[in-house]
């Protein structure tokens, strides 16, 4: 049957109805074994899978352009975007309206797979740690971000498929989804930037595990998780030289715009969750782990990660960092990706 009588005015699926097709389209391309398609690379999920984009603010990292980017060049579709706030960018709004801009510039300039959709605004108090010490009893925020995560992978999950939260913030949201509907674990895969590791151990620290420690261990606890612990320098994805080179449309002028508030330490680019997934090569090695339940619980960060060789951890441990700036400017460089 023709899709015509599916379709918005002017011709747009709706933004649900479009992801699911083009989930049916590349699982029906895949190795199907035993009703789940073999993973591209060392992790559970890979550019096929739908992405949220969940992170605080949008102005110090490439995040949202390497996520745009990588969705218009058969990288993984982006369902839906969270801004929040954290203990590192406070407030709510700016940070929203920082990634409003991200989006809007990237749909002016012509890419392709990004819904139409809002920035959903979503600023929470930590999560409380009850006293008797059981996740279950944690009481939730019932928050805006954490209801997407609920709704969006309820539409769009399939058994081998789940949606994946790519988060460069605390994990608050995330956690809050948990504690609204348990059953989202089953639909969905976080994979974070975030904390550190130190063979053959993992923590959720520093950065982003620190913001909300309670979250952090309902999250290593219950969810199949991905933490990314390892940073490369982003200054050199966009230097002050290349400036000139950025393409001429309005992602170039906010990437140019940006491009002197990258932050410079080396332990914080939010974007190598978006590139673990969207690119199997950057990640280099994977330790596998459990949450060590027996440590006492920290309030100044998440809990340790101790190796376990089916556990629901992945640590991604080393990354290929220079394919992060080739596949960025081969990206940029290409005419075709603004549908010249």
């Given amino acids: 049957m023709s899709d015509a009588r599916l379709r918005l005015p002017g011709g747009r699926l709706p933004v649900a109805l479009n992801l699911v097709l083009v989930l049916v389209a590349t699982s029906c391309s895949g190795t199907l074994d035993a009703g789940k398609d073999i993973p591209h690379g060392m992790l559970p999920v890979d550019e096929r899978n739908p992405v949220i984009i969940y992170n605080d603010s949008s102005i110090d990292n490439w995040m949202g352009e390497y996520a745009f980017l990588l969705a218009n060049n058969g990288g993984p579709p982006v369902a839906g975007l969270i801004a929040t706030a954290s203990g590192y960018w406070h407030n709510v709004d700016d940070n929203a309206s920082g990634w409003s801009s991200v989006l809007t510039a990237a749909q002016a300039s012509g890419l392709k797979n990004i819904p139409e959709m809002v920035v959903t605004s979503t600023a929470n108090p930590v999560l409380v740690r009850p006293m008797d010490g059981e996740i279950d009893d944690t009481a939730p925020n019932n928050s805006a971000g954490a209801s997407l995560i609920v709704n969006l992978s309820r539409e769009l999950s399939l058994p081998w498929r789940p949606v994946v939260v790519l988060a460069g913030t605390q994990m608050t949201d995330v ?43 309902i999250v290593a606890q219950r969810f199949q998780y991905v933490q990314v612990s390892a940073f490369y320098d982003q200054t050199v994805d966009v230097t002050t030289a290349q400036l000139p ?8 002028v906010e990437m140019a715009a940006k491009q002197p508030n990258i932050f410079t330490i080396t332990t914080a680019a939010d974007q ?29 960060q998440g809990p340790p990660l101790i190796p376990a060789a089916n556990g629901n951890v992945w640590i991604v441990t080393q990354i290929a960092a220079p394919l992060a700036g080739a596949t960025l400017w081969q990206m940029l460089l290409d005419r075709t990706s603004f549908g010249g």
Wanted: charged share 10%; net charge negative.
């Fill in 272 to 300: 190598v969750s978006v590139l673990a997934v969207a690119l199997p090569a950057f990640v280099g090695a994977v330790q596998r782990a459990v949450p060590d339940t027996t440590a006492p619980f920290d309030s100044t």
């Fill in 245 to 252: 080179d950025l393409p001429s449309n309005p992602l170039g």
């Fill in 175 to 217: 956690a809050d989804a948990y504690l609204i509907d348990h059953s989202v674990v089953q639909r969905v895969v976080v994979v974070a930037a975030l904390g550190s590791y130190a063979a053959p151990n993992g923590v959720m620290a520093a950065p982003n595990g620190e913001l909300d420690p309670w979250a952090d261990w």
